[in-house]
T-cell receptor, first 114, second 110 residues
């Protein structure tokens, strides 16, 4: 089975801190995605990447950046955490040419910024 | 976003059938996913449609009409464990982008 692992299940950070959320997949997928999920707003795409060192902005990239130095790892960075970034963050990965196999999600990181 | 619309909530009785509709913007569209998400858990893949028509997988079926920008997920013989959110997601190959609707929360009652 494909495994997408997010480093932390729960995180509490202070306003202004730099926060790193890590995601690792073990199936050699090209595509990786970062979403946040908020009640009433669904899953919103923050950033995605289809190759090492490549990144594309999603629908809500403001206040975030990403890093993909290795194919299996996609990091989401909150440069200066703010309370409106309190959310559930979900990472997903999949093949470019095989979307019929679906994209696999990690278990999520629930981030609270105080 | 990509204007993906689905109802917010639906309620149905155990053993019944429920149909969850999803409409989306057609430009750049390449395929349509359905995911199931139980409370507090990650979404799990249910189906993927790229051609028009109905795809059946056990109690769950998914339909796509590309020209109408319309899909539905059909859940038959509802069970209590089917109480979850169902997420419609649009895939755009050109940008390798997967965009989700707000999700439909389905509550199955005894």
């Amino acid at each position: 089975d494909v495994k997408v692992t997010q480093s932390s299940r729960y995180l509490v950070k202070r306003t202004g801190e730099k926060v790193f959320l890590e995601c690792v997949q073990d199936m050699d997928h090209e595509n990786m995605f970062w979403y946040r999920q908020d009640p009433g707003l669904g899953l919103r795409l923050i950033y995605f990447s289809y190759d090492v060192k490549m990144k594309e902005k999603g629908d809500i990239p403001e206040g975030y950046s990403v890093s993909r130095e290795k194919k299996e790892r996609f990091s989401l960075i909150l440069e200066s955490a703010s309370t409106n970034q309190t959310s559930m963050y979900l990472c997903a990965s999949g093949f470019i040419m095989g979307p019929n196999y679906g994209y696999t999600f990690g278990s999520g990181t629930r981030l609270t910024v105080v | 976003g990509q204007n993906i619309d689905q109802p917010t909530e639906m309620t149905a009785t155990e053993g019944a059938i429920v149909q969850i509709n999803c409409t989306y913007q057609t430009s750049g569209f390449n395929g349509l996913f359905w995911y199931q998400q139980h409370a507090g858990e990650a979404p799990t893949f249910l189906s993927y449609n790229v051609l028009d028509g109905l795809e059946e997988k056990g109690r769950f079926s998914s339909f796509l009409s590309r020209s109408k920008g319309y899909s539905y997920l059909l859940l038959k013989e509802l069970q209590m464990k089917d109480s979850a959110s169902y997420l419609c997601a649009r895939w755009e190959a050109a940008g390798n982008k997967l965009t989700f609707g707000g999700g439909t929360r389905v509550l199955v009652k005894p």
